[in-house]
């Protein structure tokens, strides 16, 4: 359990983990946070009783980026190691093969916003506040927003969130598929902890193999994608759960197998 960033177990679904940021007063993402943010990740990536984790920041903020004061005077050689850091963090939140929600409250911004990018769905609260202000400081989004808002919204409206560095309220968020869902903000943990339960019961693998080919395919040609989908999808025909599956719908109907994960 790191200072800032700790795995939690929700009391009402012990099956969805809660990574839980915890860094007074804006959740800054500092060196130590982005560490820890990584040990997270691999815990809940590791650990089977976890069938789908939960972002959260709290009742007041996401997380307002990054921590200015850390970087403003680093030049080019130490935020060249640095910048590595920063996104092989963000890139095991990204990697964990289970469902991943984002529960947004208040600003998600910067390293925020990019942050809730790496998640599989995101929850926002009806006040909540997104975006990329990184060019008002000179400089732009390096935490992965310039590859994976694009991939979400569209290069053309990346580039809007990028180039002027507005926010967007959570309505124009949902508008533009930045967000999925949009609830009063004291829904927002409890809604996306909902969200994360429905997988508790599911087929492990399936899930992750259901991730995996999905988001390795968005990087690759189509015919490489329908290989990556067809390898996926043979090699789940040596697990338990698909014999499992079968038998349940052709005995039972769809809907009905208990999985084990195996």
């Known amino acids: ?15 969805v983990a809660v990574i839980r940021l915890d860094r007074p007063k804006m959740n800054a993402l500092n060196t130590q946070v ?13 650990d089977s009783a976890v069938a789908a984790a939960v972002i959260y920041g709290g009742e007041r ?3 307002a980026g990054a921590d200015i004061k850390e970087m403003a005077d680093m030049d080019y050689a130490a935020m060249a190691a640095h910048s590595r850091t920063l996104q092989d963090c963000f890139t095991a939140v990204a990697r964990i093969p289970k469902p991943v929600i984002a529960a947004i409250t208040g600003y998600a911004l910067g390293g925020g916003c990019e942050l809730a990018l790496c998640a599989d769905f995101r929850v926002a609260a009806d006040n909540a506040k997104l ?8 400089i ?33 968020a949902l ?3 930045l967000v999925d869902k949009v609830v009063p903000a004291e829904e927002v943990y409890a809604t996306a902890v909902a969200m994360a339960a429905r997988y508790a019961n599911g087929p492990a693998l399936a899930l992750r ?9 968005l990087e690759v040609d189509l015919d490489t994608g329908l290989e990556i989908e067809r ?8 697990t338990e759960d698909q014999k499992t599956g079968m038998r349940s719908f052709m005995e039972h109907g769809p809907g009905k197998a208990t999985f084990s994960g195996r």
């Open 131 to 138: 975006g990329q202000p990184e060019i008002q400081l000179g």
């Open 140 to 172: 732009i989004p390096g935490a992965g927003g310039t590859q994976r808002l694009p991939r979400l919204i569209g290069p053309a409206k990346a580039k809007d969130l990028i180039f002027t560095g507005r926010h967007v309220d959570a309505a124009e």
């Open 61 to 63: 903020v996401f997380a």
């Open 209 to 217: 193999a259901a991730k995996q080919a999905i988001d390795a395919g």
């Open 1 to 15: 359990m790191g200072e800032f960033v700790r795995v939690e177990t929700d009391a009402d679904h012990p099956a």
């Open 34 to 46: 982005q560490r820890e943010l990584a040990e997270a990740a691999a815990q809940v990536s590791e």
């Open 231 to 238: 390898l996926q999808f043979s090699a789940l025909f040596a």
């Open 175 to 177: 508008e533009i598929g």
